[in-house]
């Protein structure tokens, strides 16, 4: 029989063993989209990607994650949609605390600045992102919040 502290520690390795997991998935598909171009294989083969570098909320260190996106105009939206999970992505509150960030797409690489889409826009924008991505809506279907759509503008240097 376990106890309550032999469970959270069998729970903290888990997780532990699972954001290890997901970071050398993510590692493995940026060295793969930068060795190719921004094209990668897999279940991402066909989906525009992009790489996104924000600046740690806390830490300041910058730290690159792999997405979907949807152009719009001259702009780039993401969703932190995180697969349904009940919190924000941790991209995401590094934008919203620096939102100055780093686009990678094909082999272009551009400063942005990040805005989180409100109201009327967020809604416009989060029915096209449905209609191009139906997974959208089943990941929003897993969890009470509501997932933050982000427009990604190229900044003038």
């Known amino acids: 029989m376990l106890t309550s502290e032999g469970q959270t520690r069998s729970l903290d390795t888990a ?5 290890r997991e997901m ?16 094209k990668v294989g ?47 992505p941790d991209w995401y509150h590094n934008l919203v605390a620096h939102p100055h960030v780093t686009v990678e797409v094909g082999i272009e690489i551009f400063d942005a600045i990040a805005v989180v889409a409100e109201d009327e826009e967020r809604d416009r924008l989060w029915t096209m992102g449905v209609a191009l991505y139906p997974d959208l809506a089943e990941h929003q279907a897993k969890t009470t919040r509501q997932f933050p759509v982000i427009a990604l503008s190229r900044q003038e240097r």
Do not use: C
């Open 42 to 88: 897999g279940m991402w083969e066909g989906t525009p990607l992009l790489l996104l570098t924000t600046r740690g909320a806390k830490s300041g260190q910058r730290r690159t994650t792999p997405m979907g996106y949807m152009p719009e105009g001259d702009r780039l939206i993401v969703f932190a949609s995180s697969g349904g999970a009940p919190t924000h």
């Open 15 to 19: 997780f532990t063993r699972t954001i």
């Open 23 to 38: 970071n050398d998935y993510n590692r493995r598909l940026i060295e793969e989209f930068r060795a190719h171009g921004g």
